[in-house]
């Protein structure tokens, strides 16, 4: 049975994007910039600003993960529903890009932690919050080797990128969650180690960081939801559509996901 | 477009489970087992073991939730795609039937943490694992009432009944995962308070409660995998197929997802 007959992309239709996916998207970017600016005050008010050459190095660090393993990763999941008539290989060659901008960015990120633990003799990769990020930077990487390997790289035959790409969409979507999960648990940890027992005296930092956490976990979850509904998944346009056509008929009983 | 010809249900074959996805539950069962056993020797081996009427109140918390809210859960997600040539009744039963026992313990889980703070006059619903928490527990609840309205009691039209139903099986796959992340700031928690500097020296509790999470997210993961994969769906039955069929006769133009 073909990936398409099992309802993974829509028959071609040259129809506009669905208004509500409109909708959707727009309240994603506004919770995406949320969490960015919230990030931005918590550090900018409560933490002393950002700075590389002082204390202040550790705050480069949530602030460049939110941004390049959380907004910039999660948009980079939703430019297929955004881009839905444009080229396949255009939209794929943004979707590429947006994950070296969201790597190079938490790249950053993770040598201002590793460089501050340095200076100021902490142990590195104790915790879980370290743990899961190691993880996601490794899958990550992986992850966009293959993709670049299947999808952009010529060589790869229908047929293969067929088996790989539900691999690719969930392993995609996993390692996204996992890193709001990964910011999620160091949010905590840094507000464990400077609070401590003024946690639980309700302090203006506190809350504005549980707000920080609410609205990481809302940005997960409604792009979460975009990505999996089936109905907003983006069509085949028409040239895919025929060139799928012609493979199906040259491979019949070779296709991709019969077993 | 009917939600079959989404594919969201296969067409009707009476074939026996694909035996990969045999493989992925006995896995995800393994998985969830060493869970609520790492939980177990935490407790026991670092925390003093559980017990209602004492400082030891605390540690039902932990154990309740992880069994409740996230194995239990996590199972009764899986029953569709366990049982699938049951009579759709006694699944969906057995779906509400795993979730009010999940619900049952959770409920017992959060008595004892509320009871314990009182007793022991700590503030309560200050940290963002509470704020999380309580999220959970109220769309859980909700989803539950929804879930029972729609598709247990009778009354509910087939078609409101296939509007509702990708709205529940994302809510259900969201709240699942809500209750995966609130674990592992949980236990987060309970290590930065009880451990502080230590954590950082490589404490087995610690290194012990890091695998704990890494095994909680390896479940979560792997219990998604299985919900997600579409040609693991559960198989129409041929007199489910016979009856869908019908509807889409009587009500053409009525569909639930053409939009």
């Known amino acids: 049975m073909s990936s398409s007959r099992l309802g993974m992309d829509s028959p071609a239709r040259p129809a506009p994007a669905p208004a509500a996916l409109l909708y959707y998207v727009a ?21 002393g600003g950002i700075a590389w050459e002082s204390a202040l190095q550790f705050n480069v660090h949530p602030l460049c993960m939110i941004i390049g393993l959380v907004f ?20 794929k060659v943004l979707h590429g890009l947006l994950h070296v901008f969201a790597f190079v960015i938490a790249l950053v990120g993770l040598v201002a932690v590793f460089d501050f633990h340095r200076k ?12 899961c990020g190691i993880l996601v930077f490794v899958l990550f990487f992986v ?3 293959m993709g670049f390997s ?18 690719h969409l969930f392993l995609g979507g ?3 969650l996992l890193s709001v999960g990964t910011a999620l648990l160091g949010l905590k940890e840094a507000l ?5 027992t003024k946690y639980s005296k309700f302090e203006p930092e506190g809350v504005l960081a549980n707000v920080l956490g609410l609205l990481l976990a809302a940005f997960g ?39």
């Open 27 to 47: 309240f994603s970017q506004l919770l995406g910039l949320a969490v960015v600016a919230t990030t931005g005050t918590w550090l900018g008010v409560y933490r």
């Open 72 to 91: 910039l990763q999660g948009d980079a999941l939703l430019v297929y529903r955004v881009f839905r008539n444009e080229a396949k290989r255009t939209t």
């Open 120 to 131: 100021k003799g902490y142990a590195d990769l104790y915790s879980l919050h370290s743990w």
């Open 143 to 145: 992850q966009w080797l």
């Open 150 to 167: 299947f999808f952009l790289f010529p060589g790869a035959s229908f047929s293969l990128r067929s088996r790989y790409r539900p691999q």
């Open 174 to 176: 996993a390692i996204f």
């Open 192 to 196: 464990l180690f400077e609070l401590g």
């Open 221 to 259: 979850a409604v792009v979460l939801y975009i990505l999996t509904r089936a109905d907003w998944k983006r069509p085949l346009q028409a040239e895919e559509q025929a060139l799928s056509m012609d493979f199906k008929t040259l491979t019949e009983g070779d296709s991709p996901s019969s077993q």
